[in-house]
């Protein structure tokens, strides 16, 4: 459920700044990543959930840890245009890495061996 809330917050952000960031340069780098995590972070989601692919889990975590300087340069551009835009980035990133993280607690190995 985590993973979706945070694909929320991040389609929220995607939905302000494209008004706004129109006609800056930097507006297609923001959204490219933005759009491209939320695709690749929704299908590890559906992966880990409904096939229970234990190799889906670890592939969701090294492209967390890959793309998070990133997500962080797409933070920073974010707070320069509008600080609502750049707190529900960071939203997502906060519950995006604790979201991966609980993917290797006991009770996530627990129910992947099950």
């Known amino acids: 459920m985590m993973i979706y809330l945070s694909l929320g917050f991040g389609a929220a952000a995607a939905v302000l700044q494209v008004g706004r960031l129109a006609g800056d340069g930097d507006a297609g780098f923001i959204i490219a990543v933005q759009v491209a995590f939320t695709v690749a972070l929704a299908f590890f989601t559906h992966l880990i959930t409904h096939q229970g692919g234990?190799?889906?889990?670890?592939?969701?975590?090294?492209?967390?840890?890959?793309?998070?300087?990133?997500?962080?340069?797409?933070?920073m551009l974010a707070y320069r245009s509008d600080a609502l835009c750049g707190g529900?980035?960071?939203?997502?990133?906060?519950?995006?890495?604790?979201?991966?993280?609980?993917?290797?607690?006991?009770?996530?190995?627990?129910?992947?061996?099950?």
């Open 54 to 75: 234990h190799w889906a889990r670890w592939a969701c975590a090294i492209l967390w840890c890959v793309g998070l300087p990133f997500l962080i340069m797409a933070l």
């Open 88 to 114: 529900l980035l960071a939203a997502q990133i906060l519950v995006q890495g604790a979201a991966v993280a609980l993917l290797f607690t006991e009770d996530a190995g627990n129910w992947f061996e099950a």
